[in-house]
């Protein structure tokens, strides 16, 4: 019988026992329950986003909470640099034009990450910035950035730097504190591996200043407000408390496995991807690629779309393709959250199989040979 997989980088795959946990009867937000136990969740998201910050948890998607984090911190009277190197970043300009923030955008070429250089350049260009928006990993075009090198600049030009890091946290290394990040991003539905419908903002101080110093309206996703319940471990409208219960699950587990473990993993699968690839003589797409998700160019006269068409009907594996101009030229398979090494060879095997049915010149076993070579090296 044939198992399906998500292998797409958001939503991702929920484990059985988080599944189980959330089929549990609802219980109402406002009691000592469930104050309790987002007390601890919001102890845990600490961890989570290493840092001593307030942990705000909003009920809707990444996006919420991102725009939460923008619009409060680039009040009248500032602005705004957004880094643009993908379809996310093109968002976070939306936003920035959505509410008439002013803002001034640095385009890098789709692929590429941004580094402490670029961006002190365009900090030298234009000495009115000071807020910066950057995506760590980009998911549509798997490209990573140095946060921890634009940090440094930021902090040097005393400027906020709002990160997504929706493919980030709870997969690769984000040290927000260590690196004097002001806000981090992120979302239930990717490294954290629930369903979708939460979103996270990690608020330096720096950061609430900023906030509290602006007067421009917000209702639902106003971060003063959420700060405010947070003095009782509460929100200030209806949560999805069926997630928040499954976060508590989730939290507990990555805090057990710790995430220095969990970085190195999914750094594993990554490259055993990479390495897969270039054994099938396929190239992947970033110059500076993340380990959250890997995007493999799709080669000259396969049909991406009945590619992962046959991936997913016929072998049970859900990949997902490309946005913007790269749709048709790249195929993604993520390595967050609830995928292990036999799932990742798994994909690997059914690439190799759906291939060599559209005519594609390929050795059976070329990728998942050059896989298991990376895995066993590992394992040593
Ligand atoms: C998925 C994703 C988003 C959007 O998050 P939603 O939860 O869909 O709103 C934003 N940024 C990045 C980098 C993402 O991967």
Redesign the pocket.
């Known amino acids: 019988m044939k198992k399906n997989r998500l292998f797409t980088?958001?939503p991702t795959m929920v484990p059985e026992s988080v599944l189980l946990e959330m089929a549990r009867p609802i219980e109402h937000h406002r009691t000592a329950g469930f104050r309790k136990m987002f007390e601890e969740a919001h102890g845990l998201l600490q961890y989570l986003f290493q840092t001593k910050a307030q942990c705000v948890t909003i009920t809707g998607?990444?996006?919420?909470a991102?725009e939460a984090a923008i619009v409060g911190c680039c009040p009248t009277g500032h602005k705004a640099l957004v880094i643009n190197n993908g379809k996310?970043a093109e968002?976070w300009e939306k936003v920035c034009e959505t509410f008439n923030i002013n803002h001034t955008t640095l385009p890098i070429e789709w692929g590429h990450g941004a580094n402490a250089e670029v961006v002190t350049k365009a900090l030298q260009a234009d000495r009115e910035i000071d807020t910066v928006i950057c995506?760590q990993?980009?998911?549509s075009t798997t490209a990573l950035s140095d946060i921890e090198g634009i940090a440094k600049v930021t902090r040097e030009r005393g400027a906020i730097l709002i990160v997504?890091g929706?493919?980030a946290v709870g997969a690769i290394p984000v040290k927000m504190d260590d690196w004097g990040v002001d806000v981090y991003i992120t979302?239930s539905?990717?490294a954290l591996m629930l369903p979708?419908g939460l979103?996270f903002a990690a608020v330096s101080d720096r950061a609430w200043e900023r906030i509290d110093s602006a007067t421009t309206p917000a209702l639902y996703n106003d971060l003063k407000a959420y700060r405010k319940s947070l003095e009782g471990w509460d929100v200030p409208y209806t949560p999805a408390v069926t997630l928040i219960r499954g976060l508590l699950h989730v939290l507990r587990d990555i805090k057990l496995r710790g995430l220095e473990s969990i970085w190195a993993e999914t750094a594993l699968l990554a490259r055993a991807t990479r390495e897969a690839a270039k054994a099938m003589n396929l190239k992947t797409f970033a110059v500076d690629p993340t380990d959250s998700v890997t995007a493999v160019m799709v080669p000259e006269g396969v049909d991406e779309p009945a590619l992962r068409k046959e991936m997913r009907e016929r072998h049970g594996f859900h990949i997902a393709g490309g946005q913007g101009h790269l749709k048709g030229r790249i195929v993604r398979l993520s390595h967050m959250g609830y995928v292990d090494a036999f799932d990742t060879l798994g994909v690997i095997a059914a690439m190799e199989l759906t291939l060599i049915r559209q005519g594609f010149k390929l050795e059976p076993g070329s990728g998942i040979t050059a896989a298991q070579k990376v895995l066993a090296e590992a394992n040593k």
């Open positions: 980088p958001g998607s990444g996006t919420a991102a996310f968002r995506v990993s980009e998911t997504d929706i493919t979302g539905q990717k979708p979103g």
